[in-house]
């Protein structure tokens, strides 16, 4: 069994956790294990949980919440001796009162919001807006890294939007081809890591049971979509014109930074 697998059966109160070590690069180099991970939200971690995540030395942990997002689900637990950084890449007052509809909305209500295609517009709008608004918290994440902040969990609420974003971005800066990375964020579809969505009992297909319109109503935002982070990549060409000049000029990486974090996380085995 490998530690990823390990981690994954020990793991029961976050959600989505896996080691992006193995992932190859175009220069032949691989991620390095036990360098960067990738999880949903740490609030709701065991003791076991804790332990578990204490055995793997982090130096940081990026959350992308919201304080919208922490009120909801709680502050991440705290990691002795590991270094917590909460970096929102979203505003908590944008779209405050659609993810309340999302919990607690009637069925009318989430057709009204959702149906005819409503819902995969509102995903792919947001992967644009983050890519190309959250530059200079982008270019700090993977400076921290180049700098020495590793090993390095980085988590939103799902694991899924803002830390695929981040690190979609920091594999982009390591030299990773887009369809690699594609192939790593797809992983957050296994069942086991999926975000466990939670409706008021007292709503229609409430409770975590969710009725089979609810459950399609709410699947696109729920889903990692390839047609997702490819909107992502298309807004990196269409505003930068492709990768390099968006980690030079868009996140203000230098050449120096580059190879600091390629040193720090690629390995020729």
């Not at 976050?14 to 190859?24: A, E, I, K, S």
């Not at 055995?55 to 919440?65: A, K, M, N, P, Y």
Request: proline share 3%; hydrophobic share 40%.
């Amino acid at each position: 069994m490998t530690q990823q697998q390990s981690a994954e059966s020990v793991l029961t109160g976050v959600r989505n956790f896996r080691d992006v070590g193995g992932l190859p690069t175009a220069d032949g180099r691989r991620v390095a294990h036990g360098r960067l991970y990738r999880s949903g939200h740490l609030a709701r971690a065991t003791e076991a949980d804790q332990a578990f995540l204490s055995s793997l030395g982090l130096h940081t942990v990026f959350d992308f919440r919201n304080s919208a997002d922490q009120a909801l689900e709680g502050q991440d637990v705290a990691l002795p001796g590991v270094r917590n950084v909460n970096l929102p890449l979203t505003d908590p007052a944008d779209g405050g009162e659609f993810w309340a509809l999302v919990r607690d909305g009637s069925l009318t209500e989430l057709r009204a919001a959702l149906d005819a295609g409503q819902a995969v517009d509102r995903m792919i709008a947001s992967y644009r807006w983050i890519i190309r608004t959250r530059t200079a918290e982008h270019g700090r994440v993977v400076r921290a890294l180049a700098d020495g902040a590793v090993p390095v969990l980085m988590h939103c609420s799902a694991g899924k939007d803002r830390a695929g974003l981040t690190v979609a971005v920091t594999l982009l800066a390591l030299g990773a081809e887009r369809e690699a990375i594609t192939a790593d964020y797809l992983k957050s579809n296994a069942p086991h890591r999926r975000y466990l969505i939670r409706r008021g009992a007292d709503t229609e297909g409430g409770g975590t049971a969710l009725s089979a319109e609810v459950s399609e109503l709410l699947a696109p935002l729920f889903d990692a979509r390839a047609e997702y982070l490819r909107t992502a990549f298309d807004e990196i060409d269409a505003v930068w014109g492709g990768t390099e000049r968006y980690l030079t000029e868009g996140l203000g990486l230098t050449t120096a930074d580059r190879e600091r974090l390629r040193a720090g996380l690629l390995t020729d085995d």
